[in-house]
Every structure is written in structure tokens, then in C-alpha cells.
């Protein structure tokens, strides 16, 4: 049964960075992909990109274009995700899942706040 | 980026039936769409209930299927539970993207 483990709540200031990390136990990535979706309070949910890990290669949500970078690294079965320029909008919870939206992360909550 | 529509809200008495509908701004939508449907209850993340169009997990309750009708993706909960309770949102891809519905709020009542 295979488990995602994301990284701890994160606050952050306006214009930073931030990386979410997503590892997955009892499996691997295997041949699937590794999506982020996110959701921010009260709202639905937003598809922002996914990686095919064994490829390396990713494609992301217009939205993010340029400000989203979704990486893998098959060794250890994790996956990132790196937001920059972040701005208020950007606090939600941040998910991954594998294996066709199969399995889900707990999440991760990013607030943005001066 | 194309817009996938939902009806924001329904209502379903314990037992009764019901069908969300999942709509694309491009047009039908086809099997090609591979749409999904999720459940998600507060607190908690969304949990993958159909995939490509009507296929099933094993969590699946079998009160729960899913279709394409009137050029659109379907979920229609047949004899709903208090527990069925919760935001359902359906997932269409494009060429370059998924993209999600806004979501239907469905109440058992």
C-alpha cells in the first residue's frame, strides 16, 4: 500500500520561495506520474503540473508558467515542488498524488503573509 | 485554458438518486477527456472515486457510477448515504493540462 508523506506547514514572506516535498513509502513512482494539485481556504481545487519521474519530464498549469518547478528523484521516491514569487494568493494546501490520483498526500499548508 | 463547469450546489434525499454533471467550455466532452470524479470531506484530502469516465477503485462504494450523458460526464449516486455527504469535483484533461471543476457541493437532506 503505497503512502505519500509531505513536508510540514510552511510561512513565508511575499516574493519567496518555497519547496514541498512529497515521499512516497510501501512503492515507488513506478511509471506514474507525480501531480501537485493545490487548494486554497474555502475554494476547490487547481490542477498545477505533474512529472512523469522515470522521464523527467514535467508540464505545468499555464497559471504557474514560470513560477512552478516540479521535480522527481526515483532513488528515494520523492518528488518537489517549488513555488517562487509567491504572493498572498498563493497560501493553500498544497497536494501530491501518484498513480493516477490513486493516492493522495496529507497535505501541505503554505501561508504567505508579510 | 479551457473551463470545466459543475452545478455548485444539490440536495439528495437518504436513498434517492442523483447525477452531477461535469461540462468543457471547448465543447462534449468525450472518453477522451479520461474525466474523473473525486469526493472530498472537510479536513480531509479528495479521494479518486471514477477514472476515465466510469472505471471504479476498490474503495469505490458501488452506489457511485460514473457515465457520459448530454455531452457531458456524469456521477450519478444511486440510494445516497448520510456519509455521501460532501464536495465532489470532476476532472477533465486536455492536451496540455487537467483541469478541475469548481466543484458541487451535494447535501443529503
Known amino acids: 500500500q503505497v503512502q505519500l508523506v509531505q513536508s510540514g506547514a510552511e510561512v513565508k514572506k511575499p516574493g519567496s520561495s518555497v519547496r514541498v516535498s512529497c515521499k512516497a513509502s510501501g512503492g515507488t513512482f513506478r511509471s506514474y506520474a507525480v501531480t501537485w494539485v493545490r487548494q486554497a481556504p474555502g475554494q476547490g481545487l487547481e490542477w498545477m503540473g505533474g512529472i512523469i519521474p522515470s522521464l523527467g519530464t514535467a508540464n505545468y498549469a499555464q497559471n504557474f508558467q514560470g513560477r512552478v518547478t516540479i521535480t522527481a528523484d526515483e532513488s528515494t521516491s520523492t518528488a518537489y515542488m517549488d513555488l517562487s514569487s509567491l504572493k498572498s494568493e498563493d497560501t493553500a494546501l498544497y497536494y501530491c498524488?501518484?498513480?493516477?490520483?490513486?493516492?493522495w498526500g496529507q497535505g501541505t499548508l503554505v501561508t504567505v503573509s508579510s | 485554458q479551457a473551463v470545466v463547469t459543475q452545478e455548485p450546489s444539490l440536495t439528495v434525499s437518504p436513498g434517492g438518486t442523483v447525477t452531477l454533471t461535469c461540462g468543457s467550455s471547448t465543447g462534449t466532452v468525450t472518453s477522451g477527456h479520461y474525466p474523473y470524479w473525486f469526493q472530498q470531506k472537510p479536513g480531509q484530502a479528495p479521494r479518486t472515486l471514477i477514472y476515465d469516465t466510469s472505471n471504479k477503485h476498490s474503495w469505490t462504494p458501488v452506489r457511485f457510477s460514473g457515465s457520459l450523458l448530454g455531452g457531458k460526464a456524469a456521477l450519478t449516486l444511486s440510494g445516497a448515504q448520510p456519509e455521501d455527504e460532501a464536495d465532489y469535483y470532476c476532472?477533465?484533461?486536455?492536451?496540455?493540462?487537467?483541469?478541475f471543476g469548481g466543484g458541487t457541493k451535494l447535501t443529503v437532506l
Open positions: 476532472m477533465l484533461s486536455y492536451d496540455d493540462a487537467e483541469v
Open positions: 498524488a501518484i498513480e493516477a490520483f490513486a493516492y
